[in-house]
């Protein structure tokens, strides 16, 4: 069996030190790059030309549990999580009505 990847959650903050997204990636730098640097396209260049945004690092785990910890993260900062079944998950076991 092979080492396993490491994926990191980060946040994307604007000068004004609020999170515009949250993601996971095992190569956060680059993945700045692409929101930033590349033209809009699919999956890529959501912050084309922005200037203002920084890339923070939360934390690195195996892949899934950086995916939970992603979706944890984009409810916790009121984005609308983008896996929705893991939301849903989320919210029933932990009891709350954020997706409702």
């Known amino acids: 069996m092979g080492l396993e990847r490491t994926y990191y959650v980060y946040e994307l903050v604007n000068n004004n030190n609020e999170v515009e997204y949250v993601g996971m990636s095992y ?3 680059y993945r700045f790059k692409q ?3 590349h033209k809009p396209s ?21 892949k899934g549990t ?3 910890f992603e979706c944890m ?10 896996d ?12 709350t009505n954020e997706t409702d």
Do not use: C, W
């Open 27 to 29: 190569r956060p730098e």
């Open 35 to 37: 929101h930033t640097k």
């Open 42 to 62: 699919v999956g890529v260049g959501k912050f084309y030309g922005r200037d203002d945004l920084s890339l923070h690092i939360r934390k690195g785990f195996d």
């Open 66 to 68: 950086a995916r939970i």
């Open 73 to 82: 993260l984009q409810m916790y900062r009121g984005f609308v999580p983008e």
């Open 84 to 95: 929705e079944n893991l939301a849903y998950k989320i919210t029933r076991l932990l009891g």
